[in-house]
């Protein structure tokens, strides 16, 4: 590891620590020409497959972007940053369990309404009008009847009545 104060390529490793998680790996190093002190980390290098649009084009994955897309479609409803992180780890763990270099968008978007419609129906709803690009009205309301043909169930198992979460309120 080659210093960051005078460019010198021998430097010792005075300390090494893992976080809590045993994903990264800090070491405290010093240089032993100049004798400063500086901290390097490893982590896993976790090679994410290509993305192949829909116009055939490709681009690399970016996680800013996924979560982005989700947070957009959950903007203003009750659902908690941690959950969104949550869900987005679980795209790119599916993602990265395939093995391909190359995925479509189109699975992508997929695996975002799954998530999304475990963590919000209404977000969901809102995602899946943009992505499949609805042509007409009664497409979209297959999608909110998909919806509202599964009742969520209470503790006891029987079906929940929640009007705040009825999209007619009723």
């Known amino acids: ?50 993305i192949v649009k829909r116009n055939g084009n490709r681009t690399e994955f970016d996680h800013a972007k996924l979560a982005g897309s989700m947070k957009l479609a959950l903007r203003k409803r009750p659902v908690t940053i941690e959950a969104i992180d949550a869900a987005v780890d679980r795209i790119e763990a599916r993602l990265l369990a395939m093995g391909e270099q190359e995925v479509p968008s189109e699975k992508i978007g997929e695996l975002v309404m799954k998530e999304l419609k475990k963590l919000d129906k209404v977000a969901y709803i809102r995602f899946a009008s943009v992505y499949r690009n ?19 169930r209470t503790k006891t198992g029987k079906p929940e009545s929640d009007p705040e979460h009825d999209l007619f309120g009723g």
């Open 1 to 50: 590891m080659k210093c960051p104060f005078c460019g010198d390529p021998n430097t010792q490793v005075t300390d090494t620590r893992e976080n809590e998680d045993g994903d990264v790996v800090r070491r405290r190093r010093r240089c032993v020409k100049c004798d400063k002190r500086f901290t390097t980390y490893e982590r896993i290098d976790l090679k994410m497959p290509h």
């Open 134 to 152: 609805f042509a007409d009205v009664d497409e979209f309301s297959e999608v909110i009847r998909e919806v509202q043909s599964r009742p969520r």
